[in-house]
């Protein structure tokens, strides 16, 4: 079953902790044993799994992010957003977990992360549930 769904980002660089998200999605698809793939549809965002424990971490990608990969830098592309691009591409386009028994199996201090780096605008996530 494929689910979409909507979120608002408000900043230019940002993780939002999509996980709820993905949970809801999960059970609305009733599949008790199987994968669900994470896919953030746009260039300049991305998905990724990793701590909410402390927000620190995720402060610290974004910050090594943004330092690997600065706003202007020479770029070719016109539009302006080539950091964003960069960013999107490092990061992936999409995360796959795990369901068994109908939740998700991640480590306790995991969360998936909807990454934005051309905020602040709508976006869209989908999920795709597949059986085992
Ligand atoms: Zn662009």
Redesign the pocket.
Known sequence: MLVKRSITTSRRNEFIDITSLVREAIYESALVDGVAIVFCPH??AAITINENADPGVTADILQKLSSLVPLRDGYS?A?G??D??VKSSLVGASETVIIEQGTLVLGVWQSIYFCEFDGPRSRNVYIQTLAA
């Open positions: 260039t300049t592309h539009e957003n080539s964003a691009h």
